[in-house]
């Protein structure tokens, strides 16, 4: 989970070019400067390619902060042994 | 009903009082009672498709759910099956409106359609993509669609929002009559001020030269702004008197120094409602063909927001002009971040660049949208830049006394735009939370003469015979 954190916070520092970008489980989209439709698509392509998983339209749109985005990835990941 | 109109006024102040003294829990049958009677003074067969069209979205978003849950195949095509037919169905009406007879066998636009069905497919699409549970109650469903404040002309709010705050509890009636205020002034003391000119001028585009040109291509935009703000505005007005909290439409957008900036500025309503429903889900449909496929979800968007005001090859242009900025924003928007972050004494001058070709790019758009014609668009564009002497307005025919209340409608512009600029850090508001009581009604008191005042000059200087608002026909 601190990985995913980690990897995350990583990705969306470099979408919003902001070294300082601080993620907390809490923050929306309302909380971000420059986070709007279409850098939520880059923010979803770039962290497909990080992660190597997929997104569907319906899992995008539901979500709600970027804790949902960080539950959603790890239930994506295969499970590490 | 005109909202604008006395008797829509004396028809709100009656609902919003009834509904306070109604029972909290009626008050849902209330709204969908008053809000159908609204509907039916238009026309009641409309009413009728309205009750019909509320009715299957319910069942089909309850079906979809169901479906869902049973992991049917049916739960793939329910959902967007329903879409495919209210866009359809609103496709339909704004094709027939192309018929010179305005419609199939005389059928009129029913009112708000626009809205509605809007209204109607992000329901659905919210049930369907798992963001909302089936609304189980149809009377909240049937007062969220037919809420008779937003119906005309939004704002397009989203089911979850409104119907998280059903049953409605009533606010303080003062703040719902005062963003009624504010729009009546905007709208009669703003936009019907500057529209006589602009009319005269789109209506005799390839007569005049020079400088009226300009006059109508700088003042077109901030008279939509006025009149669509002002429409915005008595509906959320109207929406706090019954306790519903609807969603802001603008903010300020002529202060956006770029082009991205004016549209999360301007109608954000439909520009939300059409980023979540039409460009996430194709941009997620085109995530790796790179570029193109930026470019392309960036078009097929505008150009629906375009051609939702109307099937017509001038809302066509204006949402392919908007495409061609939004795509050349979207490509050079990092690098353009790169380079202001490694100049920053750069930054100041490239914020107010931006800023001048935002508003300039914003208005040349908005000449496609307003011109009868794309003909007469080009002619105007051609016009400001001819080298014949500028023609005077006067001289053409233009009624002197008209200057004068363009001369006003200017100077009110500007004092809305100083207002939205320094209200939200004057201090005078928070007088009225004072413990002392003497301030506290010497700011009632200041208060109550100055709405007098704006009252007095209204009836003096504001257009005896309002326009329809621009926004109420699509």
Redesign the interface.
Known sequence: MADTWQHMQHVFRDIF?DEALDLQPETTAAGVEGW???T??DL??ALEREFKIK????E???LKNVGELAALIDKKLPVRP | MNFVAPIFLLFLTACAVASRICQARFRAAFLLAVSYAFYCTRSVGAAAVLALLTFAAFRTALAAERTRAAASPAARWIGPAAVVFLAAYLAAFKIALLTPAHGIAGLAMPLGISYYTFRLISYILDVHWGKLPAETSLLNFAAYVAFFPQIVAGPIQRPGDFLAQLPPKPASAGAGWARIALGLAKKLFIADNLGPAINFVYAHVSTLHGAPLWLAFYLYPLQLYADFSGLTDIALGAGRLFGIEGPENFNRPFTASNISDFWRRWHMSLTNWLGDYVFVPLRMATRQAGNWGLAASITINMVAIGLWHGLSAGYLVFGLLHSAFLVADALTGRRRSRFFKAHPAWDRPGRWLGWFLTFHAVALAMVFFRAPAVGAAAALLCGLWSAAPASSLAAAGFEPRNLHLLALGIAGYALLEAGERWRPDLPLARLRHCGIRWVRWSFYSAAALLAAFGLALMLVYGTAAPAPFIYAIF
């Open positions: 070019d709007d439709s279409l939520h698509i979803i392509v997104f569907t339209t319906a995008v749109t539901r």
